[in-house]
Nanobody
């Protein structure tokens, strides 16, 4: 079992920044991918960014150049630095962990971008 705890969401004005954190606990395999997904009201959950245990990252086109995903393997934590936030970034952001056999979700953290 793997537990994921997100933090760092909140209310921010357009153009502002937030940093999300996701701390993993439990059995963490050496080969894994961690990522962030988001779900806005009435929309499907979508991938925002992901990063492998080897450090390769992937981003949705809508966030490229504004968001940066990183991880600290020693702390079993993945981060999402979000800059130049837009109202359309408003959503519940979910952390995701995948190894070669299983996947786990965090409980989600709300990000609201509004003036």
């Amino acid at each position: 079992q793997v537990q994921l705890v997100e933090s760092g969401g909140g209310l921010v004005q357009p153009g502002g920044s937030l940093r999300l954190s996701c701390a993993a606990s439990g059995f963490i395999s050496s080969i894994n991918t961690m990522g962030w997904y988001r779900q806005a009201p009435g929309k499907q959950r979508e991938l925002v960014a992901s990063i492998t245990s080897g450090g390769s990252s992937n981003y949705a086109d809508s966030v490229k150049g504004r968001f940066t995903i990183s991880r600290d393997n020693a702390r079993k934590t993945v981060y999402l630095q979000m800059n130049s936030l837009k109202p359309e970034d408003t959503a519940v952001y979910y952390c995701r962990y995948d190894n070669t056999r299983y996947g786990y979700w965090g409980q989600g953290t709300q990000v609201t971008v509004s003036s």
